[in-house]
């Protein structure tokens, strides 16, 4: 078992397998929300960039747990069908995640690890817009 920084991580308790799938779709999610925010960024000022950015940030904290929990029904037949998206995850909740200040989890210092990258992209110089 993993003694680390993560060691009390849920993650953990999956299989290899499953473990590769999860971070699969982790890095599925990733790669999409960084591309669509591409392409609504694309020809904007930074300003309008980096507001896309939280947009898109925001919406993947809401909307990707259900994505997820569905993965874990496959995996795990005796979960019930439910809907998991709560309300909106306020301000506090994605400063947290963007500092590290939240749950010593992967999953948790992945999404501040995304929404880094989100913020880098927005920021980026970039040849198609004003700056």
Do not use: C, K
């Not at 999953?107 to 880094?116: D, I, M, P």
């Amino acid at each position: 078992m993993y003694s680390g920084l993560y060691a009390g991580d849920s993650l953990f308790t999956l299989t290899p397998l499953q473990v590769a799938g999860v971070v699969a779709l982790a890095a599925l999610l990733a790669a999409l929300a960084l591309s669509a925010s591409w392409r609504m960024m694309r020809g904007r000022r930074w300003p309008v960039r980096l507001a896309l950015a939280a947009l898109a940030f925001w919406l993947f904290e809401w909307l990707a747990p259900q994505v997820f929990y569905t993965y874990y029904r496959v995996i795990i037949p005796s979960l019930p069908a439910q809907w998991v998206i709560g309300w909106l995850p306020g301000p506090a909740a994605l400063g947290e995640l963007l500092t590290f200040q939240g749950q010593t989890s992967l999953s948790a210092h992945s999404r501040g690890v995304l929404g880094w990258l989100l913020v880098a992209s927005a920021l980026w110089p970039r040849r198609d817009a004003a700056n």
